[in-house]
Nanobody, 115 residues
Framework: QVQPVESGGGLVQPGGSLRLSCAASESISKFNVMGWYRQAPGKQREFVAQIARGGTQSYNSFAKGRFTVSRDNAKNTMDLQMNSLKSEDTAVYYC?????????WGQGTQVTVSS
């Protein structure tokens, strides 16, 4: 199965910014929703943000005001702009593509926030 591909992860200092990108596996217009989850070591995967086909955005409480999710239908990509990063944002970030009854996941990209 073809998967979306994440990029943009890396090491950043507390207070810094990163922009993650997700290249869709096929035409982005096919998916009802696309979004991001993350998983820190020893913790369960948790929802970060998503954006619906119509543009409606949803965020977990920890992401509101700091993270912005967007999609570019022409480029078939979805981005997550992360500002004011904290050490607790350290995790593997996973992109997903949402269909009616299933989701397709990417392999993840590591984000490490450390001085």
């Amino acid at each position: 199965q073809v998967q979306p591909v994440e990029s943009g992860g890396g090491l950043v200092q507390p207070g810094g910014s990163l922009r993650l990108s997700c290249a869709a596996s096929e035409s982005i217009s096919k998916f009802n929703v696309m979004g991001w989850y993350r998983q820190a070591p020893g913790k369960q995967r948790e929802f970060v943000a998503q954006i619906a086909r119509g543009g409606t955005q949803s965020y977990n409480s920890f992401a509101k005001g700091r993270f912005t999710v967007s999609r570019d239908n022409a480029k078939n990509t979805m981005d997550l702009q992360m500002n004011s990063l904290k050490s607790e944002d350290t995790a593997v970030y996973y992109c997903f593509e949402g269909l009616i009854a299933s989701r397709i996941w990417g392999q993840g990209t590591q984000v490490t926030v450390s001085s």
